[in-house]
């Protein structure tokens, strides 16, 4: 059994005292039920605002009633902390104003990747201040200067905290588990972050705007492993889904986690990466040694032309799709391919392509869905770059994957509209279906 090495606990926060705090998770209305988690980033910012000592309640919106979801916002707060995603901002906005008509002497912060992609759209009535990147940090400066009565600016950029280790561990016990939904392999599982940041820069990608420009930063594998075992002697739960933007960023940091995540005889699932897991088998095999069942790859494309640098900016190939796949199934993982469909010089042909390669490659599930334009991304901010001739700036439709086969369709370009995407989309899934690959689509939910 592997050594665990020491964790100190974090240090100790100097004392918000007399404020209260409530944090909000806004529901996303078309996503579908299975896919519900705890909102691990407010749970991060409550455990150290509470840590601080302010009065700290956590209102998760996402089991509740649609028709309730104003009443279920408990008043009487001195600060509203509401986390925005630009596929359920019209419904934040909404509550956000709700919360300003019975609370009107609230102050209310608004954080997550909608405002750090738009942050001065947002800091506007009913938004005291707008938090950009990581908002642990930024929060507790901002409790305690509503305790001091100083002054805040409109927008505050988040500082990263580092070393994440100093971050305490995110507080379960502010929400009820059992009301999520999210399994692996058929038990009730728990998200864990064992790092942040991504080092890539693809071109549609919004976790980017979180961290963009710091660098990657990994927690302690003591860190990881004091977390996991407390949730495991508190919950009961052996199954995990790392959330990390891409667990393999690093095949060292993989091959370090392995034995001590092993010696947990823990089970669990994590987003990998083609280039990483294509440079040697060991990686995927170290993945399977420290209880990986399963892992997800971003494809995206078979076409060269639409991963290359001057499109996708995948930083992969079509071979390299290839041996990733080729070596994760050796090494005895289940996978999960994920397919776009409508990047801007999207043809038949490219469908074609996609289409020849991820059927020459061994693989189990698969998610297709159309390109969405997220605020923050390259796609959004420099559209004629990509010769996208409109993109839907109201922001009321921007879902991949919900429920009934619901997705949003926000751009256009001069060679294809909505309903050539909707085919590809269509033609995409039906082919590989009928290639005897399992469609982890909306009707199946996304566990």
Known sequence: MASVPSFDSAPTLPTIRD?????????CRDVNDDRLEPPLGLLYVAALARGAGARVEVADLSAHDPEGLEAAIPPGFDVYGFSTYTVNYALTLQLAQAVRRRNPSALQVAGG???????????RDPFDCVVTGEGELAFLDILRAAGDGRHLPRIMEGPAPEPLDDLPFPSYDMVVLSTYSRELDGHRSMSILSSRGCPYQCSFCNSNIMGAGRPMRYRSPANVIAE???????????????????????????????????????VYRCFARINTCAQSPAVARDLKAGGCIHASFGVESGSPKLLSRHAMHKDQTPAQIRTALTNAHEAGLRTRIFLMVGFPGETDETIEETLALVKSCPWDEFSVYPLIAYPGTPLHDHPEQFGITHIDRSYSDYLQIGRNNRAGFTIRTAEFDEHKVRQWRDRVRDELLADGRIWAGASQGFK
């Open 19 to 27: 404020i209260s705090a409530c944090l909000v998770h806004t529901p």
């Open 113 to 123: 990747p909608h405002a750090s992609a738009l942050p001065t759209d947002v800091a």
């Open 228 to 266: 996991i075992r407390q949730i495991k002697e508190t919950y009961g739960i052996r199954h995990f889904r790392f959330q990390d933007d891409i667990f393999t960023s690093s095949p060292k940091r993989v091959a370090e986690l392995a034995p001590y995540l092993a010696a947990e005889e823990i």
